[in-house]
């Protein structure tokens, strides 16, 4: 157990809808990043927070955005879905500049 | 930008045997981390086994060690006497030790089966 929560854990969405995907992290975890893992590939960098300000970006498109909360959960939004957005979205919360600790994912699937 | 690569998309071992999981990483940085992380099918990523490149001596946890080759900038993963529990898809990443800058880079993964 990592004590990274996520939620929910699946998620059926139609084509240009919106999705909020949500993480919960350990007390004292200032940093959360989340990834987008689509089937048989590695995570790819969406972004990641640092006390409660966005301090990194992948390649992503504006209509990724994301915020942090005072209470170390964060959330990801994605408006207008395409099909290519299935996938699974994973938070990672880190209380230190070394280890990131993983949630169980969301799995996203746009129809 | 930073790339990492894992060769060997699916491995196999019997149980109790020894197996290494290659990884191959591109960097002009000096300083950095790798890392290997697990992902079993309950999908949650966990972590293996961290270095730091720094350090010259390569990182061991129990039944798992890395050989650490910065030059050649290889990094893989040897687990000794496999276990059942230890099939799982396996991520090679790479991190900067820059401040502000800690994205995970990821390879493609290795998909190891354990044959009892």
């Known amino acids: 157990e990592t004590g990274v929560t996520q939620s929910p854990t699946h998620l059926i969405k139609t084509r240009g809808q919106q999705v909020t995907l949500r993480c919960s992290s350990q007390?004292?975890?200032?940093?959360v990043s989340w990834y987008q893992q689509a089937l048989g590939q590695g995570p790819q960098f969406i972004f990641q927070y640092y006390r409660e300000e966005e301090n990194g970006r992948g390649n992503f498109p504006p209509r990724f955005s994301g915020l942090q909360f005072p209470n170390y959960s964060s959330e990801l939004n994605v408006n207008a879905l395409e099909l290519d957005d299935s996938a699974l979205y994973l938070c990672?919360?880190?209380?230190?500049?070394?280890?990131?600790?993983f949630g169980p994912g969301t799995r996203l699937t746009v129809t | 930008a930073q790339t990492v690569t894992q060769s060997q998309p699916e491995m196999s071992v019997q149980e109790a045997e020894t197996v290494t999981l290659s990884c191959t990483y591109d960097t002009s940085e000096s300083d950095y981390y790798l890392f290997w992380y697990k992902q079993p099918p309950s999908r949650q990523m966990i972590l293996v086994i961290r270095?730091?490149?720094?350090?010259?001596q390569n990182a061991t946890e129990n039944r798992f060690s890395v050989n650490f080759q910065k030059a050649a900038k290889s990094f893989s993963l040897k687990i000794s006497d496999s276990q059942l529990g230890d099939a799982a898809m396996y991520f090679c990443a790479y991190r900067s030790a820059d401040f502000g800058n800690e994205k995970l880079t990821f390879g493609t993964g290795t998909r190891l089966t354990i044959i009892p």
């Open positions: 270095q730091e490149a720094y350090k010259q």
């Open positions: 007390s004292g975890h200032n940093t």
């Open positions: 990672a919360s880190s209380p230190d500049r070394y280890e990131q600790y």
